[in-house]
């Protein structure tokens, strides 16, 4: 076989392979842009839809597959690009954070913090550039949960007399507090626009630099703070984290209701504190929260359950100690049903992602 002949096998055999967060071929999605057969190697350039922590490996494994079989002498060599995706929403605010993901609530106290720490941790440990954005003022969490709670903001002075802060960083994420520029007791005595002025100090004065991804930790409820924060930054999307009980349930409705008046969108639901395994009782389910809601909510409103959290004792440890239960390795299944939720919720960003590049850009101004 010549040359030409194997670059057209490899990219007919390239372009068949399926991009599994869309059900699509890489030809169907225009992703394949070159295959070259020179010294012995077989060079892919690809161009797939962001985040490609997740995608890019399976896609490469597959490609290397690929080549293995039509021509099993050629060295692969895969190189995937980022597609350009077009951000929705004001261009200029936080132009440099690809991928901004509210985490959201209805209710305090459904672990609403707890999720979002750990799907930053989980985003970092994947090799993202990741910053946290702790933004609930009723109850800033992850100073304690990130191991930090004496951290200061360290700020400086530029030439034009703006003063911007560095972000904390741990465990590869970069973290700002609301905590950090705020009393915990000042919340109950602020108004909502002293409050959106804070918010407006981590988002706008502090050092992101270049992030795949910013996680918003927002206040629970779906007050007036929640609607200006949601309208101020450019959201891909939020989160509703929620417990299965009836009760929270109700508030979810309204916080999805809220988002999609300000066109944000669902990525999707999670449910929190689902069952109780006893170690010792390893096959049992106890339901201590009722059963089933984060589906049912869910299906009601046709957006994506993307997964159950059972409650265990290394995860509220973990956060009260400052280490993410998705970073210790002694709670490895609780780990890794958080790392697949966030593995879901990349799909989903993805598919946000997918949406946006399709659709004409409309610059909304605020
Ligand atoms: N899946 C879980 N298993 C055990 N404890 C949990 C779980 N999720 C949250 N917690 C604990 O519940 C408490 C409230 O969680 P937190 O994340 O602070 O809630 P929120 O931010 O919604 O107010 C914390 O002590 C946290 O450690
Ligand atoms: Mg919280």
């Known amino acids: 076989m010549n040359t030409e002949n194997i670059e057209n096998q490899l990219r007919i055999a390239i372009g068949e392979i399926v991009d599994n967060d869309f059900g699509k071929t890489l030809n169907e999605l225009g992703a394949v842009h070159s295959v070259n057969v020179k010294d012995g190697v077989a060079e892919i350039l690809l161009q797939l ?4 922590q997740w995608i890019a490996p399976t896609i490469d494994k597959e490609c290397s597959e690929a080549v293995q079989v039509i021509a099993p002498n050629l060295r692969p060599a895969v190189f995937v690009r980022e597609k350009e995706v077009h951000r929705t929403g004001s261009k200029s605010v936080l132009p440099s954070v690809k991928n901004l993901i509210a985490v959201a ?9 707890t999720i979002a720490a750990n799907i930053a941790a989980a985003l970092a440990m994947k090799g993202a550039s990741v910053g946290l954005l ?64 804070y918010f407006n100090t981590l988002v706008e004065q502090i050092n992101w630099g270049e992030l795949d991804f910013l996680v918003f930790d927002l206040p629970p409820g779906t007050g007036d703070i929640q609607l200006t924060l949601t309208q101020r930054v450019p959201l891909t999307g939020a989160v509703i984290v929620t417990t299965p009980q009836e009760i929270s349930l109700v508030d979810v409705r309204r916080s999805i209701s809220m988002f999609r008046k300000v066109n944000v969108e669902i990525l999707g639901i999670i449910e929190n504190m689902s069952y109780f395994t006893p ?7 106890y339901h201590i929260f009722g059963e089933g809601g984060g589906k049912k909510v869910a299906n009601e409103n046709n957006v994506p359950l993307l997964g159950e959290v059972p ?13 993410p239960v998705v970073l210790n390795p002694e709670e490895f299944s609780q780990g890794e049903v958080l790392r697949n939720i966030t593995a879901r919720l990349v799909s989903e960003v993805r598919l946000a992602n997918l949406r946006s590049s399709e659709q004409p850009i409309i610059q909304i101004s605020l």
């Open 279 to 285: 170690p010792e009782l390893p096959e049992n389910k």
């Open 311 to 323: 409650i265990t004792l290394g995860t509220r440890e973990g956060g009260d100690e400052g280490l």
């Open 105 to 113: 609530s209805g209710k305090g106290g459904v672990g609403k913090s």
């Open 134 to 197: 702790d933004a609930d003022i009723y109850g800033p969490s992850a100073p304690t949960m990130f191991d930090m709670a004496n951290a200061q903001l360290e700020a400086e002075k530029l030439p034009d007399g703006r003063i911007i802060g560095q972000p904390n960083e741990r465990y590869g994420v970069k973290i700002a507090s609301i905590g950090f520029v705020m009393q915990r007791d000042q919340a109950a005595i602020l108004r909502g626009p002293m409050l959106a002025g």
């Open 49 to 52: 839809v962001p985040p490609l």
